[in-house]
């Protein structure tokens, strides 16, 4: 018996303590979710989405798994767009082809279209990330110029079919800045009602 006291301990209580707590993290992790399209199956996840929801099913570790999906650096700036809208209660149609300009994201409840632009490839004007390549460069920069003609266009004419145009920038939803961008985002939105 004193040759190994720990064993008693450990065979017993903690170990099926301790499979229920994985069973519940990997519950909220996978099951809740999968009824979602793939594109959509995170967003259950965020932070926010569901606040009640998040109390009782998320342990700490998954909550800032989640987070670091949705600030992480591998984050495609319009799926955070998207993710935020959605937890919000918002739903819209994605790059609808019968728009001009096939807008991102289409809310069609408030009118409303949302263009998330690159803003190397849209050529975001006095913006860091808008770096004309040394190589090629004016090639590159006749290709930037004629994407912002496209992109100043489509916004006429959606403008003239009625339609609130939104443009947000890549380089708004740098982890710095994107909290105090789709916020604003959220009070434009709700300001329409
Ligand atoms: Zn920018």
């Not at 303590?17 to 519950?27: D, E, I, P, T």
């Not at 300009?101 to 849209?122: A, E, M, R, S």
Request: with cysteine; hydrophobic share 30%.
């Amino acid at each position: 018996m004193p040759d190994n006291p720990k064993l008693i301990p450990q065979t017993d209580k903690p170990k099926t303590a301790s499979k229920k707590v994985g069973r519940r993290k990997q519950k909220g992790v996978l099951t809740s979710n999968t009824h979602l399209p793939p594109d959509d199956r995170i967003f259950v996840n965020c932070e926010g989405a569901n606040k009640n929801f998040m109390t009782d099913t998320h342990s700490k570790e998954t909550r800032s798994y989640n987070m670091s999906r949705i600030k992480g650096k591998n984050t495609k700036p319009e799926l955070v767009v998207r993710r935020f809208l959605f937890a919000n209660g918002f739903r819209y149609r994605l790059h609808a082809k019968n728009l001009p300009g096939k807008p991102d994201i289409v809310l069609p409840k408030y009118k409303t279209v949302i263009f998330v632009n690159g803003c190397f490839w849209h050529g975001h004007q006095n913006c860091k990330y808008f770096v004309p390549p040394k190589t090629r460069t004016e090639w590159w920069l006749q290709k930037i110029t004629n994407t912002q003609k496209r992109d100043r266009q489509a916004k006429t004419e959606l403008q003239s079919l009625g339609w609130r145009v939104i443009t947000i920038w890549e380089c708004e939803l740098k982890p710095k800045k994107v909290e105090e961008r789709l916020n604003a985002l959220l009070s434009y939105l709700l300001s329409m009602k």
